[in-house]
Each structure stands twice: as structure tokens, then as C-alpha cells.
């Protein structure tokens, strides 16, 4: 028989080991070995321990039951009970209240946690890309309210979720301050698109009020504990900041970015050579009827030039938002036409290209027509 495959020692390598699961009712590591064997991860000693069968745990705790015990009952351990009141007693160990005292604290650490942690005060995004990091997030966020932070470390409460396997799903919760900052956030970024610096496609994201079960589902804590002298100390200056806040709120939040106007062009080219201008007279009012039929199929169109000047045989479509651009750019780049495999695409900046007098008559002509049916249209 094969020799068996050696057990992963380090944690870091369970996730690449197929026999690895993780239990979360157990919370921890379990291993079936080839033979059906199941092994615990024992923390630790860092090794894996051979599981005993619950049933045969059963038939063993039956074999050795005492009649009139309850074998769910702690044991009793005398030793142990007078060594607890030697330490509970302040006469004979003058540490007990001091005990005491740090069992308190640490009550009061969670209570100021807890209060920090507020649902009323917070969002859930969902849609976030996947790849999305806390800075980015507090980027887009921050100028709706004042972001809460953990007083011993002054990060942002941002808490990007992750699934069993460790992996980010796209959703946040954000904690805010105050309410203003729940309110501003669901008006302004639900169903909008999510900024990201360089990035010329973003995610369209949804915010929600958060509840409570939301920071269950979550797990949305504060990993370090927070006295309520920190809590304070953290509070005053947060007020400050609000008060800031407000102020600057009582100007207009800036409207999100206008595209540019080259962002709602597609430049075809290879759709013609000049040689083949000079050869049709009509093969440019071809080009341009052609190309105008095929883009309003796609989007509301401004207007369509064919630069009958440029070698590369270039031909605009100038559209009235920039989606349209991107899906006729898209379906255009590589079809033949004519002949001729065309490249299409939507600029990155301002461009020029040259034509000749005729064609710019022609255009104006052609704009002035247009607007002319559109002031008919209105006026009837």
C-alpha cells in the first residue's frame, strides 16, 4: 500500500490541502485522510490528533457511568474551590480586588465597543469590485459624513466582508458618526457608479441602511478593546469634526464628473484610402449613410464626419453619451467593410483630424437641416 500523504504542519498551507475543512460549529481544523480517518488540528502542539467517534465516545461513557451520578455535572474539585477563595479573600491575597477591578475594566472595554458599533449610524454597499480596499472605499465615502474610527488606532471602521473561504463578495459596511452621513451616502451613491482613479469602467453599487443582523452576518467588531476614557477622548474630538463638517456642508457636494466630450466619439478607421475617394465620388456619402444607419441602431447619434483628408481613413461618430460610444466602438473594431478589416475605438484625449472645404459645407448644411426639423418638431 502507498504510504499515506503527509499532513500539512503550518496553516498557512491548509487551504492548498483538498483534505483540510474548516468547522465552524467546532471552530477548527479537520482532516480525512485517504483511509476515511478524520484527524483534529490541535493548536497548541501544531499536530493533527486522531477524532474518537462520537458513538463509540457514547458506548464508552456508558461502559464506565456510575449509577446515581450525572455525568453532565462538573466535577467537584476540592483543592481547586479552596484555592479560589484564598484568592477571592483581600485579607490573604491582596491582589483579589485588583482582579476585580480588571474584570470591570474589561466589561466597560466592551460596553464602549458596543456603543461605538452603532447600526443606526452605518451603510451596507453592495457591487463594490472585488478587488476594492478600504481607502478607496473611505475615498468615495468620506465626503458624505464623518467615518467613525477606533479610538486606540484611529483607523476608519470599514469592513469589507469576505466569504468561508476568505475571499472578498463586493459588500461593505461603513460606520458614519452620525446619521447625516447615512442619509447623504443612500441619496447620492445608491444605484451610481463606484469612482475608481484609472479606471474608465466602474461598478454600479447599491447602498442601504445597515441593521443590526447585517452586523451579525457580518461580524462588523473592533478587535481591540476600547475603554470608555478612550471612548470620551475619541467622542470630543469627533465633535470638533462634525462641527467642522457641518460647516463645509453648508456648500454644495460637487457634482459628479462630466465626461468629456472625446468620450462620446468612436474613431473608425481603415474604412477607406484615399484612392478609393478619388475613384468614387460617392463613396464618401456611401461611408457616411452606412456608418449613421448602423450607430443610431445603437444610441442617440450628434453626427457622423468622414475626414475624406486623412490617409488612415477616418471616419467619427460623434454620440450624445458615452455608453453608446463604448458599445458601437465595440461592436465596430474588426468588422470588414468594403473589403477592409476597419479598427474602431473611443479616444483617451481631445483629437484632430483634417478634411476637406467641401465636406465641412456639407456637414454644416446637413446640422443646420437637422436642427431645423427639431425646432418644426417643437413647434407643432
Known amino acids: 500500500m502507498a504510504d499515506r500523504i503527509p499532513f500539512p504542519q503550518d496553516q498557512s498551507e491548509f ?100 456603543k461605538l458599533l452603532d447600526p443606526d449610524n452605518a451603510i451596507v454597499v453592495t457591487g463594490l469590485p472585488l478587488d476594492v480596499n478600504a481607502d478607496e472605499i473611505e475615498k468615495v465615502f468620506q465626503r458624505y459624513g464623518v467615518i467613525a474610527e477606533t479610538p486606540n488606532d484611529s483607523s476608519k471602521i470599514i469592513h469589507i466582508s469576505e466569504n468561508e473561504d476568505g475571499l472578498p463578495t463586493g459588500n461593505a459596511v461603513i460606520v458614519f458618526n452620525d446619521l447625516h452621513g447615512v442619509a447623504q451616502s443612500i441619496e447620492l451613491q445608491d444605484d451610481a457608479e463606484f469612482s475608481r482613479k484609472g479606471s474608465r469602467k466602474t461598478n454600479k453599487i447599491s ?38 463638517f457641518e460647516d463645509e456642508d453648508e456648500e454644495p457636494i460637487p457634482a459628479p464628473r462630466k465626461s468629456a466630450s472625446w468620450e462620446k466619439l468612436v474613431i473608425i478607421s481603415n474604412i477607406f484610402t484615399l484612392a478609393q475617394l478619388e475613384e468614387d465620388e460617392e463613396l464618401a456619402d456611401d461611408i457616411h449613410r452606412d456608418v449613421l444607419e448602423d450607430a443610431e441602431t445603437i444610441g442617440p447619434v450628434k453626427n457622423v464626419v468622414v475626414y475624406d483628408l486623412e490617409p488612415r481613413g477616418i471616419c467619427v461618430i460623434r454620440f450624445r453619451d458615452v455608453e453608446s460610444a463604448q458599445k458601437c466602438a465595440d461592436a465596430w473594431d474588426g468588422r470588414r467593410y468594403n473589403g477592409r478589416a476597419v479598427r474602431a475605438g473611443v479616444p483617451t484625449e481631445a483629437v484632430k483630424f483634417k478634411r476637406s472645404l467641401k465636406t465641412r459645407k456639407e456637414d454644416d448644411e446637413e446640422e443646420r437641416l437637422a436642427q431645423f426639423s427639431k425646432d418644426l418638431e417643437a413647434g407643432a
Request: hydrophobic share 30%.
Open 15 to 114: 487551504a492548498n490541502d483538498p483534505r483540510v475543512a474548516f468547522s465552524k460549529e467546532k471552530n477548527n481544523y479537520f482532516l480525512e485522510d485517504e483511509k476515511g480517518t478524520e484527524w483534529e488540528w490541535i493548536a497548541s502542539r501544531n499536530t493533527w490528533s486522531e477524532t474518537v467517534p462520537e458513538e463509540l465516545m457514547k458506548q464508552w461513557a456508558e461502559a464506565y457511568k456510575v449509577e446515581g451520578v450525572d455525568e453532565n455535572e462538573p466535577a467537584m474539585n476540592p483543592a481547586q474551590k479552596r484555592k479560589q477563595a484564598q484568592l477571592d479573600n483581600p485579607e490573604e491575597n491582596p491582589n483579589a480586588n485588583k482582579a476585580k477591578r480588571t474584570t470591570n475594566a474589561t466589561t466597560a472595554k466592551t460596553t464602549a465597543t458596543d
Open 207 to 244: 447602498v442601504r441602511a445597515a441593521t443590526k443582523e447585517d452586523f451579525q452576518r457580518e461580524k462588523v467588531r473592533i478587535d481591540k478593546p476600547v475603554s470608555d476614557a478612550q471612548l470620551k477622548r475619541k467622542k470630543a474630538e469627533i465633535a470638533d469634526r462634525l462641527k467642522s
